[in-house]
């Protein structure tokens, strides 16, 4: 049975709860204290975001969305978009908590749903939270006791009812092409110094098939870098409270000025900008 809206406050306080629980392995509480946007921001998996104080405007060239507190912002595939997060007045404080659909969950989704594949539906969508609220707060109190298969039916069944409800994309595996895999491999090593041959070698291809398949792409190897170590840096500056030289030399930076360089160049903000408290 679904929770009615007036339990909103009581809900939003007990998913913000997790941001201090240690078993919260993969969830992100963000707080910012300024209003602050970024450009071309990508997400390289499905995920959704519950928005806990502020609001959040999302833009992309099909899409215009804003959302509020009590709202779920959902991500069904790998995307771009320029988004502004914002503030609460009363408080000053923006806040969401991130929840990766993880492979294993978006798996057992796709094991469990025993018809034709549904219509993938719009990239990103927004959800009331109240309408979800009972199956995620299995999730949440899954997590807070460490009982991570629990947690994972859980996120699976949520999966499923958002499938239904349009967003079939989460049941597609994704087909990466050459310049998504090359992100991948320095997203799991981003302080590495990679060089061509480095990804010739995982993949199991020439280099000159490499250079022929990029440009078919549209896409440079060193921006393939570079994207895949900033991508990198801004999840961190959302969800640590690292300091920017850490951040940066995590990200593959020896430098603090020439990271806060590339920073302004992707994305139009300064690193501090982000304000995570």
Same mark, same amino acid.
Request: proline fraction near 5%; glycine fraction near 12%; hydrophobic fraction near 40%.
């Given at each position: 049975m679904n929770l009615p809206a007036d339990h909103a406050t009581q809900v939003l306080a007990q998913f913000a709860s997790l941001a201090d629980c240690q078993f919260?392995? =993969?969830?992100?509480?963000?707080?910012?204290?300024? !209003?602050?946007?970024?450009s071309s921001v990508e997400i390289p998996q499905p995920q959704f975001a519950i928005l806990l104080q502020g609001r959040k405007q999302v833009r992309t060239a099909q899409q215009s969305l804003d959302l =509020?507190? =009590?709202?779920?912002?959902?991500?069904t595939r790998r995307c771009r978009f320029d988004v502004v997060n914002s503030p609460d007045p009363d408080t000053g404080r923006y806040v969401s908590a991130i929840v990766p659909f993880c492979p294993d969950v978006l798996s057992a989704?796709?094991?469990l749903w025993n018809e034709p594949l549904p219509e993938p539906g719009q990239a990103l969508a927004v959800?009331?939270?109240h309408e979800h609220a009972p199956i995620l707060l299995q999730w949440r109190q899954a997590l %807070? !006791?460490?009982r991570y298969s629990e947690a994972r039916s859980a996120l699976a069944t949520f999966t499923l009812t958002l499938c239904r409800r349009g967003l079939g994309g989460l049941l597609i595996p994704p087909e990466p092409g050459l310049? !998504?895999?090359?992100r991948d491999l320095v997203a799991a090593q981003p302080e590495r110094d990679w060089q061509s041959r480095d990804f010739e070698q995982h993949l199991g291809i020439s280099g000159a098939?490499?250079? %022929?398949?990029l440009a078919m792409e549209k896409l440079g190897l060193r921006e393939l870098v570079v994207d895949a170590r900033l991508a990198h840096a801004m999840q961190l500056l959302y969800t640590t409270r690292l300091p920017l030289k850490t951040v940066a030399s995590r990200s593959g930076y020896s430098s603090l000025a020439s990271f806060n360089k590339r920073?302004?160049?992707r994305y139009g903000m300064e690193p501090a900008d982000i304000g995570n408290d």
């Open positions: 919260a392995n =993969g969830y992100a509480c963000i707080t910012a204290r300024r !209003e602050h946007g970024a =509020g507190p =009590g709202d779920l912002f959902v991500v989704a796709r094991m959800q009331p939270l %807070r !006791e460490a310049g !998504e895999r090359i098939t490499l250079r %022929r398949r920073f302004v160049d």
